[in-house]
């Protein structure tokens, strides 16, 4: 089945830590995103990535960091740095700019 | 950039209730999309419809473009319909706007 894989779907955290989620696809897709979601809010974008070895800030990149060696995967790190980092944290793919985007089922990082 | 307003904020349903949603944004898109986050927030893929009318079982979604406004229209609604729905469009290169969402709870 083709589709957008992330792990884990439940992360913990302990403050001062950075932890790395996952992210795949193979849709075959070269565009590939990473969005924040607060509780009742909307999502906003932290980075995107066009093709391999690419990638550019969202609206809420800082204490955020991304890799994106293979185009099948594009990690999301959270670091030390991000003041706030509870929160549910999507991952989506579409093939081009301004094609239909597809959603990963997401992770839930907590911190405590 | 880009507003996107979604209306109303919260609904609530009787099962085998009908709804429109609606989607308004201040400037023109070439595409646009439709999503539900289920209660485990998983988000699925509606409609992408950048324009006219498409349909697909008990929903169907109506953008028009030249009046910067879409409708999703959900028939006969069930509890399975409840979660939130987003609609998203475009705003230069690979920038998506996604409104605050419309909560809709549909009770047995």
């Known amino acids: 089945d083709g589709g957008i894989t992330q792990s884990p779907k439940y992360l913990f955290r302990k403050e001062g830590q950075n932890v790395t989620l996952s992210c795949e696809q193979n849709?075959?897709?070269?565009?590939m995103y990473w969005y924040r979601q607060d509780p009742g809010q909307g999502l906003r974008l932290i980075y995107y990535?066009?093709?391999?070895?690419?990638?550019q800030k969202g609206d809420i990149a800082e204490g955020y960091s991304v890799s994106r060696e293979k185009k099948e995967s594009f990690p999301l790190t959270v670091t030390s740095a991000q003041k706030n980092p509870t929160a549910f944290y999507l991952c989506?793919?579409?093939?081009?700019?301004?094609?239909?985007?597809?959603f990963g089922p997401g992770t839930r990082l907590t911190v405590l | 950039g880009i507003q996107v307003e979604q209306s109303p904020p919260d609904l609530i349903l009787q099962e085998g209730a009908n709804s429109t949603l609606r989607c308004n944004f201040s400037?023109?898109?070439?595409?646009l999309q439709w999503f539900h986050q289920n209660p485990w927030g998983q988000l699925i893929n509606l409609f992408y419809?950048?324009?006219g009318t498409k349909q697909n079982g008990r929903l169907s979604a109506t953008t028009v473009a030249t009046e910067r406004y879409s409708l999703l229209y959900i028939s006969s609604s069930q509890t399975t319909d409840s979660g939130v729905y987003f609609c998203?469009?475009?705003?230069?290169?690979?920038?998506?706007?996604f409104g605050a969402g419309t909560r809709l709870f549909v009770k047995a």
């Open positions: 849709l075959n897709h070269d565009a």
């Open positions: 419809i950048p324009s």
């Open positions: 998203a469009v475009p705003q230069g290169g690979f920038k998506t706007i």
């Open positions: 989506a793919s579409s093939q081009g700019v301004g094609n239909e985007q597809f």
């Open positions: 400037d023109s898109v070439n595409n």
């Open positions: 990535s066009q093709i391999v070895n690419d990638f």
